[in-house]
């Protein structure tokens, strides 16, 4: 099994920053992808940006492209996602996924077998 544990959300105010991480534990695979995934009540979870520990390819979502970043430290099983030059529309609870192996399309939730229990994020105009 798999946990992950999301911390860093929080309120900004638009053109403001916030780091988010999420610290995996359990048996985790050293080839395996990690993304953020951002949910509205009522709506699907939408990638934002995913990560692979073996070469450390990354996508974004069109959305995010050049205000976000994602990282990871491999040796603490943690990915970061740096979110910068934030909008309102950014408000959403975000959810951390990991999956061992890779992914034909990353940044779909549907191939992700664990998630964290998501951390809000709140971007005040």
């Known amino acids: 099994q798999v946990q992950l544990v999301e911390s860093g959300g929080g309120s900004a105010q638009a053109g403001g920053s916030l780091r988010l991480s999420c610290a995996a534990s359990?048996?985790?695979?050293?080839?395996?992808?990690m993304a953020w995934f951002r949910q509205l009540p009522g709506k699907g979870r939408e990638g934002v940006a995913t990560?692979?520990?073996?070469?450390?390819?990354?996508y974004y979502a069109y959305s995010v492209k050049g205000r976000f970043t994602i990282s990871q430290d491999n040796a603490k099983n943690t990915v970061y996602l740096q979110a910068d030059s934030l909008k309102p529309e950014d408000t959403a609870m975000y959810y951390c996924?990991?999956?061992?192996?890779?992914?034909?399309?990353?940044?779909?939730?549907?191939?992700?077998?664990?998630w964290g229990q998501g951390t809000q994020v709140t971007v005040s105009s």
């Open positions: 359990g048996n985790t695979a050293s080839n395996r992808c």
């Open positions: 990560i692979h520990t073996r070469g450390g390819s990354t």
């Open positions: 996924g990991l999956v061992a192996g890779h992914l034909i399309d990353p940044l779909s939730p549907n191939g992700y077998h664990y």
